[in-house]
């Protein structure tokens, strides 16, 4: 595990994929890139200047001026000032997948990702890492949960916020962005043929990352120098 590896997990929202990844990335001690969070800021960033995802020119304008980095507990800061709580509101969420669907950020906010991925060792995950910005990444997943199960997850985290949500808005609003992320021209949302699938229904975080974990370290030993001369 001393070589430069990537690590992609994809799927739909609402199937644990952040905490998984930022949990394995721990469990692995290396670098956890929350790409979710990058797209969440942009959005966050437009929707604050009321600038609509059919203003493309604004939107450049946007990602020139917006430093995106994370702090030392991976989270979100938007030209230095930290947002993590803002970027994970239904207003946000409800309108991420419309601006991430746009060709001129996805250019710029992948371009930042593999400079990330290039740089060290590290977890990512989206809807189309394993497809799109780390199409060569060693490893690949993509997990896949029930949508009643997801949308109970979602609105758990929601009402901790203070949102006072239903059950019912949360699977119709879960089900509309799976239809925008599946349907959107530009890297949507799909599993790579060389991906491993999970489905999280029935388990529990710790077990959804003790068994990407447990994947990743046998792979790495069928790829290592030392497992290959004992052939």
């Known amino acids: 595990m001393n070589s430069h590896f990537v690590i992609a997990i994809d799927g739909p929202s609402g199937t644990g994929k952040s905490t998984t990844a930022r949990l394995l990335a721990k469990n692995l ?7 979710g ?28 001026k917006t430093e ?34 746009i060709p001129e950020v996805r250019e710029a906010l992948t371009e930042k990702q593999r ?29 896949v949960t029930d ?11 929601l009402l901790l916020r203070g949102e006072n949500v239903s059950l019912e808005e949360v699977m119709e609003s ?25 489905d999280t229904t029935h388990l529990t975080i710790e077990q959804q990352v003790e068994k990407i974990r447990a994947a990743v370290s046998v792979g790495a030993t069928l790829e290592s120098p030392s497992h290959n001369q004992k052939k």
């Open 29 to 35: 001690g290396i670098t956890y890139l929350d790409t």
């Open 37 to 64: 969070a990058m797209y969440r800021a942009i959005a966050l960033v437009a929707l604050d200047a009321n600038i609509s995802p059919e203003n493309t020119d604004a939107l450049k304008n946007v990602l020139q």
């Open 68 to 101: 995106i980095s994370f702090d030392g507990e991976n989270h979100i800061l938007i030209n230095g000032v930290s947002r993590e709580t803002d970027i994970r509101s239904s207003r946000v969420s409800g309108s991420v997948s419309l601006y991430s669907a």
């Open 115 to 143: 400079e990330f991925g290039s740089k060290a060792s590290c977890v990512l995950d989206g809807r189309d890492i394993g497809t799109v910005v780390f199409p060569n990444a060693q490893f690949k997943f993509f997990l």
């Open 147 to 157: 949508l009643k199960v997801r949308a109970k997850r979602r609105m758990e985290e």
């Open 174 to 198: 879960l089900a509309e962005r799976d239809e925008q992320d599946s349907n959107r021209k530009v890297a949507p949302l799909r599993k790579a043929e060389d991906a491993v699938e999970i």
